[in-house]
């Protein structure tokens, strides 16, 4: 019976501990070194369909600019794929545009960038 109860006693300590931005608490038992959440990320790889290169579209993910793509595909290839525009998220909605030639061309809404995941958004000119 003693055990038990330091059980729940280790428990109730953990919890309430929990991701709380203690470094060492939450690094060992809740993957959250910096305090600010699970520390896992998602991954959202950008790429334009078409068969051939049409210039560099800019991409903005929630109206932030985040980098250009070159690369131009029939069909959606593997994350991280050449000309992509690759980036690790922290995991939630985004809306995707990409812009060629100052004009929006492309838009994916809700973009569910889940942890440990890659996304794949293969936008149309």
């Known amino acids: 019976m ?29 993957d959250d070194c910096d305090g600010g959440g699970s520390g896992k990320k998602s991954t959202i790889s950008v790429t334009i369909k078409g068969s051939q290169y049409a210039g560099a579209v800019e991409i903005y993910f929630n109206n932030e600019y985040k980098g250009v793509t070159t690369g131009y595909y029939v069909s959606p290839p593997s994350c991280d794929a050449n000309g992509s525009l690759t980036l690790d998220v922290d995991p939630g909605y985004y809306t995707v545009t990409g812009t060629w030639g100052g004009s929006p061309i492309s838009t994916y809404s809700n973009v569910n960038a889940i942890a440990n995941t890659c996304h794949k958004v293969h936008l149309s000119l």
């Open 2 to 30: 003693k055990k038990l109860s330091g059980i729940f006693l280790l428990f109730g300590v953990l919890a309430f501990a929990a991701c709380d931005g203690d470094r060492d608490v939450d690094c060992e038992f809740f």
